[in-house]
């Protein structure tokens, strides 16, 4: 019976895997990822995984040769992994349509992020920062592809109970807080940011998130000069799906 081999290639991680415990396959800071066959194509047109909306998830999940936990992966890793699937899958060139105007971005030149190494104490997930206008202290750790399955879950569990609710900002922020001057029960954070975050210190968190989070670089400029964020669904990936 014949083999037939499929062609991979090494991924970087943004986070060169700083912010993974000693041990864990992600710590290598490098994932083997597969090229696409007809199997993922199938994945893309799954009607089930995309009322779901989990279909890039599981497009990555069959993907990834290296044995993760891909709950495990920090957004800004799955962020790259997603771009390095799709260069992968169907090339570099990306055409889309933004504001009426057509673009094509070579997803090849996407680079990671600067971030400051010296925040991370190797091996852990946490920052600490101080809210400049409450001046309390918090700690706080960049999110993962199971943080926000979580997120996900809760958030459709809410807007069963109220059809009108929208509390994406406050769910997110729950997750992501650690500890708020030193103290790590849920209910606490809970309550602190439902009742004690200022809106000006929560915009300066995700101001400052935003910063030391290792991601790539998913902007481009528009001809009026704009800088915006490449769309990323199912054309990304495949523009017929």
Do not use: C
Not at 148 to 174: C, F, V, Y
């Amino acid at each position: 019976m014949s083999e037939f081999k499929i062609p991979t290639e090494i991924v970087d991680l943004p986070s060169k895997g700083l912010l993974y415990p000693e041990g864990n396959p992600l710590a290598e800071g490098k994932v083997e990822m597969k090229y696409m066959t007809a199997k993922e194509e199938d994945i893309l047109t799954n009607q089930a995984y995309i009322k779901q909306g989990i279909v890039l998830d599981k497009l990555l999940q069959s993907l990834i040769i290296t044995q993760i936990n891909y709950d495990d992966l920090i957004v800004g890793d799955k962020n790259a992994l997603m771009v390095a699937a799709r260069v992968l899958g169907y090339g570099k060139d990306y055409d889309f349509v933004y504001d009426g105007e057509s673009y094509t971005v070579d997803l090849s030149t996407i680079e990671n992020k600067v971030f400051d190494e010296s925040l991370i104490k190797k091996g852990t997930n946490e920052f600490s920062y101080t809210l400049p206008n409450s001046g309390n202290l918090i700690t706080f750790k960049i999110l993962t592809a199971g943080d926000d399955k979580k997120i996900d879950a809760e958030l459709a569990g809410l807007k069963k109970i109220n059809k009108d609710s929208s509390p994406e900002l406050s769910t997110r922020l729950k997750y992501l807080i650690t500890s708020v001057n030193s103290d790590r029960e849920a209910k606490i954070i809970r309550e602190f940011v439902d009742n004690h975050l200022l809106a000006r210190d929560s915009r300066l968190l995700r101001e400052y998130i935003r910063q030391v989070q290792p991601d790539v670089d998913l902007t481009f400029t528009t001809t009026s000069g704009e800088e915006v964020a490449i769309p990323v669904n199912l054309s990304f990936f495949w523009p017929d799906a």
